[in-house]
T-cell receptor
Framework: AQSVTQPDIHITVSEGASLELRCNYS??????LFWYVQSPGQGLQLLLK??????LVQGIKGFEAEFKRSQSSFNLRKPSVHWSDAAEYFC??????????????FGTGTQLKVEL | DAGVIQSPRHEVTEMGQEVTLRCKPI?????LFWYRQTMMRGLELLIY????????DSGMPEDRFSAKMPNASFSTLKIQPSEPRDSAVYFC?????????????????FGEGSWLTVV
């Protein structure tokens, strides 16, 4: 069965510092991988996704993530964090749904706090 | 374009009452998902539909929970009777059909959630 591990429950960084959020997955086939962000009281917004091809993917808000098959990882990075990036971040693995669609299994999330 | 629309956004109800959560998926999407988010269990998939047909309801926690999708633009998640442990955020999400019936990992779009408190 598929699973996603986000080892860091909370992370605090200073504004302007770099950020890396860790994600490890377990899945028997080539995965589809996603990062979503959830601001307080809001729904989930897609940051970026990896399907195939270039293992470094660019997303919205200056985020990027790198797929490393050998490490079963899909870490999220941002070179310079802004105070507005404070939110909860979820990594997810997509698995096949009946009919050819996609369904998601989420990690437990990482809460990001940004110090001014 | 309108996203996934959920109602109500917030609901407080008494234990034993019936709760109905509503969802309008994005037009043209043929997959609809209901997720529940709690502190203890994170985001869990409760049930999903494909072309209005329930495909997998193995995530529905108990018989008190039921979901329907009478047409392509509307779905409900009902809890009857509600209990305090049902307090959570319930998300509806939708995604477009796959490319040529091949698994294409299409993006799933989430609504803003229904915040349910059962007292």
């Amino acid at each position: 069965a598929q699973s996603v591990t986000q080892p860091d429950i909370h992370i605090t960084v200073s504004e302007g510092a770099s950020l890396e959020l860790r994600c490890n997955y377990s899945y028997g086939a080539t995965p589809y991988l996603f990062w979503y962000v959830q601001s307080p009281g809001q729904g989930l917004q897609l940051l970026l996704k990896y399907f195939s091809g270039d293992t470094l993917v660019q997303g919205i808000k200056g985020f990027e993530a790198e797929f490393k098959r050998s490490q079963s990882s899909f870490n999220l990075r941002k070179p310079s964090v802004h105070w507005s990036d404070a939110a909860e971040y979820f990594c997810a693995v997509g698995t096949l749904a009946e009919g050819g669609g996609n369904k998601l299994t989420f990690g437990t999330g990482t809460q990001l706090k940004v110090e001014l | 374009d309108a996203g996934v629309i959920q109602s109500p956004r917030h609901e407080v109800t008494e234990m034993g009452q019936e709760v109905t959560l509503r969802c309008k998926p994005i037009s043209g999407h043929d997959y609809l998902f209901w997720y529940r988010q709690t502190m203890m269990r994170g985001l869990e998939l409760l049930i999903y539909f494909n072309n209005n047909v329930p495909i997998d309801d193995s995530g529905m926690p108990e018989d008190r929970f039921s979901a329907k999708m009478p047409n392509a633009s509307f779905s409900t998640l009902k809890i009857q009777p509600s209990e305090p442990r049902d307090s959570a955020v319930y998300f509806c999400a939708s995604s477009p059909p796959p490319d040529r019936d091949k698994w294409s990992g299409n993006t799933i779009y989430f609504g803003e959630g229904s915040w349910l408190t059962v007292v």
